[in-house]
Nanobody, 120 residues
Framework: VQLQASGGGLVQPGGSLRLSCAAS????????MGWYRQAPGNQREFIAG???????NYVDSVKGRFTISRDNAKNTLYLQMNSLKPEDTAVYYC???????????????WGQGTLVTVSS
């Protein structure tokens, strides 16, 4: 399974960005999809996840500002980020857990990351 993240860029504090992550590879279903981020000098951290039936969870630092969603028909994951802060600056990665494909089962897969920079 392959995941391609996109949508990162430079945005001013208080601005918005929408990240996308397209999964490909003759996929039947994906159990859970999520977004992680890694800031310089920090470990990669979980920020949001969504199950195949739409249940979501968020890390406290992004609750009320970020919204995760997915389009199961397109095997695409989204992250709408509003009210961005400089501390949101990081490389954002998408992840898929429990992927059933024509070629078999994959426990997880990672996207390549997209850089989000929040700065004036």
């Amino acid at each position: 399974v392959q995941l391609q993240a996109s949508g990162g860029g430079l945005v001013q504090p208080g601005g918005s960005l929408r990240l996308s992550c397209a999964a490909s590879g003759s996929i039947f279903t994906i159990n859970v999809m999520g977004w992680y981020r890694q800031a310089p000098g920090n470990q990669r951290e979980f920020i949001a996840g969504v199950t195949s039936d739409g249940r979501t969870n968020y890390v406290d630092s992004v609750k009320g500002r970020f919204t995760i969603s997915r389009d199961n028909a397109k095997n695409t994951l989204y992250l709408q980020m509003n009210s961005l802060k400089p501390e949101d600056t990081a490389v954002y990665y998408c992840k898929a857990d429990g992927v059933y494909t024509r070629g078999g089962y994959y426990s997880e897969g990672w996207g390549q990351g997209t850089l989000v920079t929040v700065s004036s």
